[in-house]
């Protein structure tokens, strides 16, 4: 069903009890990942007749639900994560939105969910950052978004869902990490696995990461991170992390990073750095890296850095990975070069300190 969503309004009502400055502005000085939240939300609604409409930003609040709505018996969800940052110059940015809005198209695709047109989901992303401008923090902070849909019609019977609600809510954050820029210590998870040939590995669906609490609960007990998922098939193969993507930086000048092949996450920030690291004059290598490989490179020496990347981590210094059999230290544990200097390629772009000479910046309108 297509939608003309250039004649979808959105109502506008702002909150009529935003947080007081001051209350804001003291949340503001610790910043962590996840916990404050702005005043308002975008919310738009789907149904199988009307396709895409009542797209609206109000004061963000509790949904009800029935009991009996899809998306709490058969997980039919998918989200994004993308973040908005206040440039030094006083501008509001975010990086490469509509990338965002492509690969949430691929991922409702795979969880036969309907198509987000990507001028509406951009629009619906624009409004929350216009509305909710002031809760995007200046500095090392940012304004993380959270576009997610999913199925809410009444229904029991196990098909997709024809009744859907696509909201944007917005957080401002910190550091993911508790460290803060600290290099992070791994858990290699050689039981648990992530996603297998087929299956929804490449799709950020709600589901995918409820499957990897359990391993990741298991890396916090180890006192690590971050969980890293080896293949389905064979249990040999680096895939990723519970939430990021994962390079490998060798003494040649060369950077391996797994293949996309179905089973993991196509990172923005992945392929940002792959970009940066290509002109940087790194010899990328996108192919398959075996835990076992990953031990000897390091143990030989041959390894000279590794990191993780993502949206919310950015990108995070591996010092020390730990599995069943004991652990091993990255190069000089987590301090290396390379990584520092893509991290701050990347974010000084973000930011509005590094030439975007990609034109993967995007400018917010405000008024
Ligand atoms: N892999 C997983 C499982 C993730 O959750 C994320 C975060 O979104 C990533 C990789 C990195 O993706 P991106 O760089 O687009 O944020
Ligand atoms: C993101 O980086 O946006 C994610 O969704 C990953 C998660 C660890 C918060």
Redesign the pocket.
């Known amino acids: 069903m297509t939608t003309d969503t250039a004649l979808l309004d959105f109502t506008i009502t702002p909150n009529a009890h935003p947080m007081a400055e001051a209350d804001r502005l003291t949340a503001f000085e610790n910043l962590g990942f996840g916990t404050l939240f702005t005043d308002h939300m975008t919310v738009i609604q789907w149904d199988i007749d009307k396709g895409w409409h009542s797209a609206e930003v109000k004061a963000r609040a509790p949904f009800q639900i029935d009991p009996a709505a899809s998306v709490l018996h058969y997980a039919q969800e998918i989200f994004e994560?993308m973040k908005a940052y206040r440039t030094p110059d006083g501008r509001i940015t975010l990086f490469r939105p509509e990338e965002n809005a492509r690969r949430f198209n691929k991922s409702a695709a795979r969880m036969a969910m309907p198509d987000v047109p990507e001028e509406l989901f951009l629009k619906a992303v624009e409004e929350l950052v216009k509305i909710d401008a002031k809760w995007v923090p200046e500095g090392e902070g940012s304004l993380y978004l959270r576009p997610f849909m999913f199925a809410s019609e009444t229904f029991l019977g196990v098909r997709p869902s024809r009744q859907y609600i696509f909201c944007v809510i917005a957080s401002p954050v910190g550091p993911?990490f508790k460290g803060g820029g600290k290099p992070v210590t791994l858990w290699v998870s050689e039981d648990f696995t992530r996603a297998g040939p087929g299956g929804t590995g490449a799709a950020?669906c709600g589901g995918n990461y409820a499957g990897s609490l359990l391993a990741q609960a298991e890396a916090t007990k180890r006192g690590c991170d971050q969980v890293v998922f080896l293949d389905a098939a064979e249990h040999r193969w680096v895939e990723e992390l519970?939430?990021?993507n994962v390079f490998f930086v060798m003494n040649d000048g060369t950077i391996v990073t797994p293949p996309l092949a179905g089973t993991i996450l196509p990172g923005i920030t992945r392929a940002s750095i792959i970009k940066l690291a290509t002109e940087n004059g790194l010899n990328v290598v996108e192919r398959p890296y075996s835990f076992e490989e990953w031990q000897n490179d390091a143990t030989s020496g041959k390894l000279r850095e590794a990191f993780a990347c993502?949206?919310?981590?950015v990108v995070a210094a591996i010092g020390t990975v730990r599995h069943a059999g004991g652990e091993f230290v990255i190069g000089n544990a987590g301090t290396g070069m390379e990584t520092e200097k893509l991290r701050n390629q990347l974010t000084g772009i973000q930011r509005g300190t590094v030439a975007d000479s990609h034109g993967w910046v995007k400018d917010v309108t405000l008024a």
């Open positions: 994560g993911y950020k519970g939430g990021m993502g949206t919310a981590a």
